[in-house]
């Protein structure tokens, strides 16, 4: 089947985070839920993909070989849903509930373990299939927080990690011609 060539991809999308201890990437429809989801967000999501090359040079200082010796793979957002808990996936603070008191709280300090979390972004195309990007990831880079006359925006980075042999992370493209139902998907 041809790939499109001209496509131009226009458009936000949604974006699911979860706490997250597996290796195998559950479906589409166990990942994709209300209760994923982290709500609105501002400034876009974003990817930003660097390999660590190692470059074989000659006598003469020439470079006669190039080999990826690691990869990163950085997401950002900005988050605009106020979340504790999301807040949380972010940092290796606890966060509590307290229905008797009816409070919330988010402490920080400890020297705990980062969050593993699940992160699924999925853009809806103009012919109403899905582009899905997934990731195994972690937070660690902070977050930065403003209260002030325009809304608060939790800038976030995570970096995706290898929990799984021979994967980082996966886009994941339905076709225009192909028919795919919610209940399909996750990695092979």
């Known amino acids: 089947m041809e790939e499109k060539t001209q496509e131009i991809l ?3 999308g949604e974006l699911y985070m979860y706490e997250f201890n597996g290796t195998e990437i559950p479906v589409h429809a166990e990942i ?6 982290v709500g609105h967000c501002s400034g876009g999501f974003s990817l930003e993909y660097k390999p660590e090359i190692y470059d ?3 006598w003469f200082g020439k470079i006669v070989a190039r080999f990826v010796i690691g990869e990163d793979m950085a997401i ?4 605009i849903s106020w979340s504790l808990a999301k807040l949380a996936l972010l940092s290796t603070a606890v966060f509590t509930e307290n229905k008797e008191k009816k409070t919330r709280t ?3 300090g400890g020297n705990k373990d980062l ?4 992160v699924r972004f999925v853009h809806t195309k103009k012919g109403g299939k899905k582009l899905r990007f997934t990731a195994i990831a972690q937070g660690g880079n902070g977050f930065s927080l403003e209260f002030s006359q325009k809304e608060l925006t939790i800038d976030a980075q ?3 990690i290898a929990k799984k042999k021979d994967w980082l992370c996966e886009f994941e493209e339905e ?3 192909a028919p795919v139902t919610p209940e399909e998907g996750g990695t092979e």
Do not use: S
């Open 32 to 37: 994709e839920t209300d209760e994923h989801n």
């Open 56 to 58: 074989v040079k000659d």
């Open 158 to 160: 995570l970096n995706a």
């Open 76 to 79: 950002k957002t900005g988050i």
């Open 10 to 12: 226009l458009g936000a």
């Open 106 to 108: 988010l402490v920080f």
């Open 175 to 177: 076709m225009e011609d």
């Open 115 to 118: 969050k593993t979390v699940l």
